[in-house]
């Protein structure tokens, strides 16, 4: 009971979310980068559109199978020892980017880096929920979530630089040396997470696997992270190109779009995190998308727009994508029982790369260039398309949440 009414972080605790929201800063930098440096990639690769929207996708796709291929044995180990095998193959992967020269090549090293980056994401969820009880997860969630805010104040916009300066090679390996830093920190600061392992059962990988995935309330909450990936990355692999081709924005300008878009997340994913602890999540989670919905339908009509009016909309508007994240994930963590948080995780983090590589794969089919710098065509169709995931996601959410709340026994924490 007394975790029920504990409402402050120990020493030890916030050292781990530090820690993994570094690391969710370099696995979310590694996936985004792509993005910012695509035109840069196009042009020296000579690759077409459709061949960049499969050097997005093939990261999402290999997660995806990963996820899959593990997760009946997410709840066999030390979590800590996972999350370092896992996190190692990633740097290796990153490396390979980095010394690619060809489109196979980028394209093979990024399926390699998915492979690990998969299981490596859904491992941090998996800890969070394992560390953490639920009426702090909204504030762990706002804090981790802060890695894809550092990913665009520091993170992208360095990227940029040295991609602009040097090469993208330079970008990859840059990520490389800093995750090298957090492997070492996860190495020392952690400690064994074991205390799943005393819920095991006798079912072998393959039957905990089928287990988790034809629990029905379980499904629903699967349902719902596939959508809310798909709503949130979208419009992403292609914006970049948008914003240079259609929007008029230069490309040494591009970093302080991505500076700035990355400072409005830093000051509101903390915000939302404790009002996800406070207040009823669902409530806002919705208030989060319809907004998200009206910024998007304009954002996707914008033509050739100054600078100064493009840093403020793209801060409100990256803002309250981000602010649905943080009360959808803190009650996707409610979802799973103990001794199946891995293998739910390790299934929602799949489910979140296949939806990434569809969206992607869409989005590549929907929008059209017909130059190098010719404007990006249809891209107000992809912003029709992302409303109406949008919704869906208010919908399947808005499931979990009555599920969650039906349960017989209490959940933890103020409010869900």
Same mark, same amino acid.
């Given at each position: 009971?007394?975790?029920?009414?504990?409402?402050?972080?120990? @020493?030890?605790?916030?050292?781990?979310?530090?820690?993994?929201?570094?690391?969710?800063?370099?696995?979310?930098?590694?996936?985004?980068?792509?993005?910012?440096?695509?035109?840069?990639?196009?042009?020296?690769?000579?690759?077409?559109?459709?061949?960049?929207?499969?050097? %997005?996708?093939?990261?999402?796709?290999?997660?995806?199978?990963?996820? /899959?291929?593990?997760?009946?044995?997410?709840?066999?180990?030390?979590?800590?020892?996972?999350?370092?095998?896992?996190?190692?193959?990633?740097?290796?992967?990153?490396?390979?980017?980095?010394?690619?020269?060809?489109?196979?090549? $980028?394209?093979?090293?990024?399926?390699?880096?998915? /492979?690990?980056?998969?299981?490596?994401?859904?491992?941090?969820? #998996? $800890? !969070?929920?394992? /560390?953490?009880?639920?009426?702090?997860?909204?504030?762990?969630?706002?804090?981790?979530?802060?890695?894809?805010?550092?990913?665009?104040?520091?993170?992208?916009?360095?990227?940029?630089?040295?991609?602009?300066?040097?090469?993208?090679?330079?970008?990859? $390996?840059?990520?490389?040396?800093?995750?090298?830093?957090?492997?070492?920190?996860?190495?020392?600061?952690?400690?064994?997470?074991?205390?799943?392992?005393?819920?095991?059962?006798?079912?072998?990988?393959?039957? =905990?696997?089928? =287990?988790?995935?034809?629990?029905?309330?379980?499904?629903?909450?699967?349902?719902?992270? #596939?959508?809310?990936?798909?709503?949130?990355?979208?419009?992403?692999?292609?914006?970049?190109?948008?914003?240079?081709?259609?929007? =008029?924005?230069?490309?040494?300008?591009?970093?302080?779009?991505?500076?700035?878009?990355?400072?409005? @997340?830093?000051?509101?994913?903390?915000?939302?995190?404790?009002?996800?602890?406070?207040?009823?999540?669902?409530?806002?989670?919705?208030?989060?998308?319809?907004?998200?919905?009206?910024?998007?339908? $304009?954002?996707?009509?914008?033509?050739?727009?100054?600078?100064? !009016?493009?840093?403020?909309?793209?801060? %409100?508007?990256?803002?309250?994508?981000?602010?649905?994240?943080?009360?959808?994930?803190?009650?996707?963590?409610? %979802?799973?029982?103990?001794?199946?948080?891995?293998?739910?995780?390790?299934?929602?983090?799949?489910?979140?790369?296949?939806?990434?590589?569809?969206?992607?794969?869409?989005?590549?089919?929907?929008?059209?260039?017909?130059?190098?710098?010719?404007?990006?065509? =249809?891209?107000?169709?992809?912003?029709?398309?992302?409303?109406?995931?949008?919704?869906?996601?208010?919908?399947?959410?808005?499931?979990?949440?009555?599920?969650?709340?039906?349960?017989?026994?209490?959940?933890?924490?103020?409010?869900?």
């Amino acid at each position: 009971m007394n975790q029920q009414v504990k409402t402050e972080f120990t @020493s030890y605790q916030k050292m781990v979310m530090l820690v993994l929201a570094l690391l969710q800063f370099v696995i979310v930098l590694d996936f985004m980068i792509i993005a910012p440096i695509g035109d840069l990639l196009i042009k020296t690769l000579d690759i077409s559109t459709k061949q960049f929207g499969f050097v %997005v996708s093939s990261y999402a796709f290999s997660a995806a199978i990963s996820g /899959i291929a593990i997760a009946g044995f997410a709840d066999k180990f030390d979590r800590k020892k996972m999350l370092l095998v896992f996190f190692s193959g990633f740097i290796v992967g990153t490396l390979l980017c980095s010394l690619a020269t060809s489109y196979m090549e $980028i394209l093979s090293a990024r399926i390699i880096t998915g /492979i690990f980056a998969g299981v490596t994401g859904s491992t941090i969820l #998996t $800890i !969070i929920a394992d /560390i953490f009880p639920a009426n702090m997860r909204g504030r762990v969630m706002g804090v981790v979530q802060m890695g894809f805010g550092f990913s665009q104040v520091i993170g992208i916009p360095l990227g940029l630089f040295i991609a602009t300066r040097f090469d993208w090679h330079s970008t990859f $390996i840059s990520i490389v040396v800093v995750t090298v830093f957090i492997w070492f920190a996860i190495a020392f600061v952690f400690k064994p997470i074991t205390e799943h392992l005393q819920y095991q059962s006798d079912k072998n990988a393959f039957a =905990h696997l089928w =287990h988790t995935l034809k629990n029905k309330d379980y499904q629903i909450g699967f349902m719902a992270t #596939t959508f809310l990936t798909i709503g949130g990355f979208i419009l992403m692999p292609f914006s970049t190109i948008f914003l240079v081709n259609n929007v =008029h924005i230069a490309n040494e300008h591009l970093p302080i779009i991505f500076l700035t878009t990355g400072l409005s @997340s830093l000051v509101v994913m903390p915000v939302v995190g404790k009002l996800s602890d406070k207040y009823d999540r669902f409530r806002i989670f919705m208030f989060a998308g319809i907004v998200a919905s009206f910024m998007t339908i $304009i954002y996707t009509h914008l033509t050739v727009t100054p600078l100064w !009016i493009m840093v403020i909309f793209n801060m %409100v508007f990256f803002a309250t994508i981000m602010s649905r994240m943080s009360p959808a994930m803190a009650l996707n963590s409610m %979802v799973p029982k103990p001794e199946d948080r891995g293998a739910y995780m390790s299934i929602s983090s799949s489910l979140q790369q296949t939806a990434g590589g569809l969206g992607s794969i869409v989005a590549g089919l929907i929008v059209y260039q017909a130059s190098e710098t010719s404007p990006l065509e =249809h891209f107000d169709i992809l912003g029709y398309v992302t409303v109406a995931v949008f919704i869906m996601c208010i919908y399947l959410v808005r499931q979990v949440d009555l599920s969650l709340k039906a349960r017989p026994t209490p959940i933890l924490g103020r409010a869900h």
